[in-house]
Antibody, heavy 120, light 110 residues
């Protein structure tokens, strides 16, 4: 069974940093692109960042480019999101999602999410 | 403002049919596949439709998808109260070089 388990969320002050992790299992992690998607309170889903299967290519939404860094460790089956210079508008539940293949493909499996709250 | 435009809400009675539209442009829907997801806050989003009109295993044929030009549509027939959720379209945007979601549509089954 495919499973993704996010961790690392919490309360952080504006300007602070957090690193999210997503432990994947049940599939050949190194064969699939992965993405981070978030949903802020009262808002819709927002595509945040994506990475291809071998980490050669990374993609970012304009809202996080230059502040967030996506990475992966294929030997451990873990996806990461390093979040720096956090802002109140980054407050959201962050989901990791497995893509069917390329980063442009559909997200066929999702984690339960981890909550990030940016507040003083 | 989302790159993809969806109606904020739709509603229909149990057993009826509803459609949800998703409008974009040539940089996104016009040149890429569209996916549809169902999401209830606090749970994991669920893929309903991929590659414009394909259903993953386990998704009933009450759910259908179509695409024409720069717009896509999700159809749900035989509505059930359990279908109440937020529905989102997604595709790739070649100009932004990233994925984009619609603003979401809240489905109410009256």
């Amino acid at each position: 069974e495919v499973q993704m388990l996010e961790s690392g969320g919490g309360l952080v002050q504006p300007g602070g940093s957090l690193r999210l992790s997503c432990a994947a299992s049940g599939f050949t992690f190194s064969s699939y692109s992965m993405t981070w998607v978030r949903r802020a309170p009262g808002k819709g889903l927002e595509w945040v960042s994506g990475i291809n299967n071998n980490a050669a290519r990374t993609y970012y939404a304009d809202s996080v480019r230059g502040r967030f860094t996506i990475s992966r460790d294929n030997s451990k089956g873990v996806l990461y999101l390093q979040m720096n210079s956090l802002r109140a508008e980054d407050t959201a539940v962050y989901y990791c999602a497995k893509r069917q293949g390329f980063t442009t493909s559909s997200a066929d499996s999702w984690g339960q999410g981890t909550l990030v709250t940016v507040s003083s | 403002q989302s790159v993809l435009t969806q109606p904020p809400s739709v509603s229909a009675a149990p057993g009826q049919k509803v459609t949800i539209s998703c409008s974009g442009s040539t940089s996104n829907i016009g040149n890429n596949y569209v996916s549809w997801y169902r999401h209830l806050p606090g749970t994991a989003p669920q893929l309903l439709i991929y590659d414009n009109n394909k259903r993953p295993s386990g998704i009933p044929d009450r759910f259908s998808g179509s695409k024409s030009g720069t717009s896509a549509t999700l159809g749900i027939t035989g509505l059930q109260t359990g279908d109440e959720a937020d529905y989102f379209c997604e595709t790739w945007d070649g100009s932004l070089n990233g994925g984009v979601f619609g603003g979401g549509t809240k489905l109410t089954v009256l």
